[in-house]
């Protein structure tokens, strides 16, 4: 029953780090209508950064965290503009278009991150980060678990709120619906473009550096595990939903460490990917998306 | 010439009470109306009456909400369009849409490719009697140019051609088919008198050599020369049948194109 | 001559891969010129080349025999995959091939006989011209395709699906052809892959090949066939070459052209639209200095 509670709590920390990951890539899916390929970069980068922060200016965790927060965030505004703004101007191509666009982007920055890792996979050093372990009957719960786990309960629902109460959010809702229509309705799309592409990064940066910590793996793969796990969570939870995508992120994570530990490790991933590909095959809108992914 | 739907013959299509709603808007609305064999048929309305809704109903690119399409006699409401076409229905579009990248000879061979008379195989292996078909094909789609006098523009990037010329490609490419109905979707739009006269000639001869014509116009001259028979629209339903002159003159069809002499009469009062 | 030599020996293993990438490169290409993005060429490629290579093995006949069984398999699959996926809607058909892809690899881990996690050596493998001779014979089958009705109906597809329709061309029926082109085709790059590398392991089919060929067949111009060769040899060779220039930021350079492309030239480096619109001002040019020196023209200022 111990081991069963125990796994429980790490699949929930894992899931939310998907979860976390998820809600920046789905905003950017839903709202802007690219699929992201570069996407799994700013979570790579921010952990790169944060690490950084870490070792060479000797910054405490919050303020490290935040550097790797914000430097997601600047990214994806940096590659928003430079690959995707240039299409934006251009009609036609759509998705296809876009989705070459962020492979070249995906290449640049997994390379550069390859490089600045040494092409090895890094570890933030014990006393950077909150490693206290709580006990609760019996069970451990490590200190960083609890804060991936509080932090996505806390970006989910600000999000949400942002995107459903907020004018923001209309405007954003208004712009990946039809961006010449929202303009015509006194909408700034680029202004909305931006801030967007740069919310993205920050929470995916986010899922990236508690990523990075708890797995003990700051390198391109750390943010190429995310991407995938994170695009079947949007998937799986509703394309245009936070709620749903934080719900099915949690829900991947506790299902692949159950996996893991009661059936086989090999198949960790397959539930996952299984789920994924049978939401696109037979309920593409996933749990609680809306119908009707149109996109010009 | 009159011919109306209760001729002895039955018609070669025939619309019966169709519906067809997108979300609130009834686009078209209890439609009935037939088109006889080799006749030349107008179909006319105001902006925004259905009529290019009609025409995807009929061509199969939208599914009707209720009622029937026959053609000659066999129900293809629920057909896809490439088995319309199959069937004998061709088309042309009011924003013309010709496939980008490709010469005036291509579209038209586009079009021939329902008859090319050899299987995929065939072709792929690049056998010498399917070679000799392929050659006969682009033989008689250079004839099908020079019908809409487009011959010796054959070899040029369709979408280079005036929007004039456009629209006579898509003609060609639509007889390409080989098709017993040619359903036009507002041909001389963007034309001038001596342009549209030369496609209601055409029209004429197709239809002498057996082609039957269903043309959606606003032009009002084209109607009265080139039609024999005329329905007229508003608001996705039938407004008014008839030969053109009574069509044109139906003070119904009239009120809905300038609107009612009674508001001409308050503008009057108002200056 | 020794220079010649040198240069082969150090490039031999590029222009392999070069050779072996083609074939994922027109295998995306088979699917993208009906006007599908789909990332399956990549599990075909792990059907061919598993099955290829466990024939080899199990039963020691020629590789070269094996490859005709890997084409076979990757076209089997591409049918099976195609019933399933056209009825999807392209945007959800795409992530849905992505999906595939994934699903793939934990099939690989999984099932017996390829290895699992370790990997599969591959004991054989194919002299250099063997490679460049089955590419001689795609592209003899690409070049047929093109030429013939079925690359005019393809063409009608990808442009505009819906007026293709009513020509009387069936956009499924070209589509289930260009699938079963595909995975044939990807099967086969899949067997030639697993001979280049000699090793086969989980991670050897993955997310990287698929986004990579289709950015080569966008690089190289995702209209006609030669670009898909063309992408997939830029692709291999530049960072080759890269790495001899700005060593430690080779892997870069592909995506930099890439992006480049994109934004300046993005119907790709080989675009026979924009060949026939040269040609067409080009002649146009030529002719218009006659029909000022004809009489009609006067004396214009």
């Not at chain 3, 099939?107 to 370790?118: A, D, R, S, Y």
């Not at chain 3, 009608?156 to 082109?181: H, K, M, N, W, Y």
Request: proline share 4%; net charge positive.
């Amino acid at each position: 029953m111990d081991l069963f509670l125990q796994q429980l709590i790490n699949g929930l920390a894992l899931g939310s780090l998907y979860a976390l990951f998820g809600l920046g890539f789905g905003i950017v899916f839903a709202t802007l209508g690219i699929l992201n390929a570069a996407h799994g970069t700013y979570a790579s980068w921010a952990a790169i950064i944060a690490l950084a922060a870490v070792e060479r200016l000797n910054l405490p965790f919050i303020p490290a965290l935040l550097a790797g927060i914000f430097g997601g965030g600047l990214l994806a505004l940096v590659v928003d503009q430079v690959a995707f703004q240039p299409l934006r101007r251009r009609a036609g191509g759509g998705m296809i278009s876009a989705l070459i666009t962020s492979i070249a982007a995906w290449i640049i920055l997994d390379s550069l991150a390859g490089t600045a890792t040494g092409h090895q996979s890094l570890s933030f050093p014990r006393d950077s980060y909150p490693d206290t372990i709580f006990f609760v009957g019996g069970i451990p719960l490590p200190a960083i678990q609890i804060i991936t786990v509080l932090s996505m309960l806390v970006v989910t629902v600000s999000l949400h709120l942002l995107i459903r109460r907020s004018r923001f959010g209309s405007a954003m809702r208004a712009v990946g619906w039809n961006q010449t229509a929202a303009s015509l309705g006194g909408v700034n799309p680029r202004y909305v473009v931006v801030i967007t592409a740069f919310l993205a990064g920050a929470t995916s940066g986010f899922a990236g550096v508690l990523g990075g910590i708890s797995t003990n793996n700051v390198s391109f793969h750390l943010g190429e595990g995310l991407m995938l796990k994170g695009f079947a969570a949007v998937v799986v939870g509703g394309y245009d939903d936070v709620r749903g995508t934080a719900v099915a992120g949690v829900a991947l994570g506790v299902l692949e460490v159950m996996t893991a530990q009661y059936l086989s490790s090999g198949l960790r991933d397959g539930i996952t990917y299984a789920l994924l590909l049978g939401f696109l095959l037979l309920r593409p809108r996933g749990l609680f998306g809306s119908a009707g992914f149109s996109r010009a | 010439m009159t011919s109306s739907p209760a001729a002895a013959s039955s018609p070669l299509l025939e619309i019966d009470s169709v519906d067809k709603h997108f979300g609130g808007v009834a686009a078209v609305s209890d439609l009935t109306m037939s088109v006889e064999v080799g006749s030349v048929a107008g179909l006319m309305g105001p902006n925004g009456a259905g009529k290019t809704t009609l025409i995807n109903l009929i061509s199969g690119l939208l599914p009707s909400d209720s009622g029937a399409i026959r053609f000659a006699g066999v129900d293809i409401q629920r057909s896809q369009a490439h088995v319309i076409a199959a069937q004998g229905i061709a088309r042309t579009y009011q924003n013309v849409r010709l496939f980008s990248g490709m010469t005036v000879l291509e579209q038209v061979m586009a079009g021939c490719y329902i008859r090319r008379g050899t299987s995929l195989w065939a072709s792929f292996l690049g056998l010498p009697k399917s070679r000799t078909a392929y050659k006969a094909m682009e033989r008689h789609a250079l004839e099908l140019l020079e019908r809409v006098h487009l011959g010796h523009r054959a070899h040029l990037l369709a979408e280079t051609l005036s929007y004039g010329e456009q629209r006579r490609v898509e003609i060609a490419r639509a007889l390409g088919t080989n098709p017993r109905l040619l359903l036009l979707d507002e041909p001389t739009a963007g034309m001038n008198v001596q342009e549209s006269s030369e496609i209601g000639n055409l029209v004429h001869s197709l239809r002498d050599g057996g082609l039957t014509v269903l043309m959606v116009e606003h032009n009002v001259r084209l109607l009265k020369d080139f039609c024999d028979y005329v329905t007229v629209m508003n608001f996705g339903r039938l407004l008014a049948q008839g030969s053109p002159s009574e069509c044109i003159a139906h003070p119904d069809v009239q009120a809905a194109y300038f609107g009612k002499s009674a508001d001409a009469e308050r503008i009057r009062a108002r200056r | 001559m020794q220079p010649l030599v040198d240069f082969w020996n150090a490039y031999r293993s590029t222009l392999t891969f070069a050779l072996v990438n083609s074939f994922f490169a027109l295998s995306t290409y088979a699917v993208l010129s009906v006007g599908i993005l789909s990332f399956a060429t990549v599990t075909f490629a792990a059907f061919g080349g598993f099955l290829g290579v466990r024939l080899v093995l199990q039963t020691g006949i020629d590789p070269l025999l094996a490859l005709p069984a890997a084409a076979a398999a990757g076209a089997l699959l591409s049918y099976v995959i195609a019933l399933i996926f056209l009825r999807l809607e392209s945007h959800w058909m795409a992530l849905a091939s992505l999906a595939l892809i994934l699903i793939t690899r934990v099939l690989i881990i999984n099932v017996p006989g390829t290895g699992g996690v370790n990997g599969l050596s591959v004991p054989v493998t194919l002299p250099f011209f063997m490679f460049a001779l089955v590419l001689l014979v795609a592209i003899i089958i690409f070049w047929r395709l093109s030429a013939s009705w079925y690359g005019i109906a393809a063409r009608a597809v990808r442009e505009d699906a819906a007026v293709a329709s009513t020509l009387g061309i069936a956009p499924r029926r070209i589509q289930t052809v260009a699938f079963v082109i595909s995975g044939a085709v990807g099967g086969l790059g899949g067997m030639l892959l697993a001979l280049a590398l000699q090793y086969l392991s989980p991670d050897t089919y993955f997310v990287n090949i698929a986004f990579t060929m289709i950015a080569a067949v966008v690089l190289g111009g995702s209209y006609h066939w030669a670009g898909a060769i063309i992408g997939a040899a830029v692709f291999t060779a530049l960072p080759v070459i890269a790495q001899a220039i700005i060593p430690e930021f080779q892997d870069v350079a592909n995506g930099v052209v890439l992006l480049l492309i994109m934004i300046f030239l993005p119907r790709g480096l080989i675009d026979p639209r924009a060949i026939r619109l040269h040609f067409a001002a080009r002649k146009a040019v030529a002719q218009a200095p006659r029909d000022a020196t004809s009489p009609a023209a006067g004396g214009a200022p």
